[in-house]
């Protein structure tokens, strides 16, 4: 897919991973809807893209994307100032293990609803153009831990949902690409989070081996992040894929058995 005059949508766009990728789409002449909680963060992201690749190329939207009526509205409102949806990027993720609902809601049920709204603005049975999903997992749903157990669950299930809906857009000719993205850690400021017990209740006392596994496994930089979103998103190959980035292996994927007859 070459991406000039593609218009993509990224939730949890205003920093981290979510800017990294943001930026990459912008340096490949798409058009961007940043998609964030953040009102401030957004704005002063927005600001800097302007002044990188000029007024007009993206535009940010302040959305909780656990609000379902936001969420639709901030689809709809890419569509009408863009003309067109073409790429979805459901990258918007928390890490609570006090506030756990909250967890699901952001890491999983929103991202259900980001690929299903995805489906109603790029879908042939909704007779548009098609397009690509990329759901956000983590290398957690392969490595369990004790520190982030229900983070892990929603990482687990944002795979098992990307999977079957690749299946599902294959089998009903949706012409949409659904590629889910498994990063190990990475430097942005969600990572820090592991460390409080606000976010970790009393998991945080586990807080030592995850520190030990960061130093052991190594922490990735946004960018290289943000390079393997690039390549499931221009990838026409790909539908079902599940990308796995970590230090020791870089960017690769996970294989799974074929069913077996
Ligand atoms: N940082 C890491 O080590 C890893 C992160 N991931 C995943 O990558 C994704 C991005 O994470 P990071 O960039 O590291 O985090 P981050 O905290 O730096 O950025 C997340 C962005 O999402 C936004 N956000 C949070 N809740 C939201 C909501 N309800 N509605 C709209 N926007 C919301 C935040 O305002 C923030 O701008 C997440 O899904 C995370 O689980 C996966 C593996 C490792
Ligand atoms: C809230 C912070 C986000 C952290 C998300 C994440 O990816 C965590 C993963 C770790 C949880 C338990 C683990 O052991 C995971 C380590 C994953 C790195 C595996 C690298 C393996 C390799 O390099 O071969």
């Known amino acids: 897919m070459a991406l000039r005059g593609k218009v993509a949508l990224v939730t949890g766009g205003a920093q981290g991973i ?11 002449e798409a058009k961007v809807s940043i998609v964030d909680l953040n009102q401030e963060v957004g ?6 893209l302007d002044e990188q690749f000029g007024v007009g190329n993206c535009s940010f939207i302040q959305c909780d994307v656990t609000d379902a009526a936001k969420l639709q509205e901030a689809f709809q409102s890419t569509v009408d100032q863009f003309g067109r949806l073409d790429i979805v990027i459901n990258n918007a993720g928390i890490n609570n293990e006090k506030n756990w609902e909250k967890t699901i809601e952001v890491n999983l049920t929103s991202v259900i609803k980001g690929t299903y709204l995805g489906l ?5 049975e909704h007779g548009k153009q098609g397009g690509v999903v990329i759901n956000v997992s983590s290398m957690a749903a392969f490595f369990h831990s004790p520190h982030q157990p229900v983070y892990t669950a929603t990482k687990h299930g944002v795979i098992g949902f990307s999977r079957a809906m690749a299946d599902a857009s294959e089998h009903g000719d949706y012409g949409v690409r659904i590629n889910t993205l498994c990063p190990a850690f990475v430097d942005t400021p969600l990572l820090h989070s592991v460390e ?35 390549m ?3 990838d026409s190959r ?8 970590t230090c020791s292996k870089g960017i690769h994927y996970h294989t799974y058995e074929p069913l077996s007859a």
């Open 18 to 28: 979510g800017c990294a990728v943001v930026e990459s789409l912008l340096k490949n």
């Open 43 to 48: 704005e002063k992201c927005k600001k800097q």
């Open 120 to 124: 109603e603005h790029m879908s042939k």
């Open 196 to 230: 409080l017990e606000e976010n970790m209740g009393k998991f945080v006392k586990f807080k030592d081996d995850f520190k030990h596994r960061m130093r052991k496994f190594g922490v990735l930089t946004p960018s290289l992040v943000a390079e393997g979103m690039m």
């Open 232 to 234: 499931m998103i221009t």
């Open 238 to 245: 790909l539908n079902g894929a599940v990308m796995k980035i």
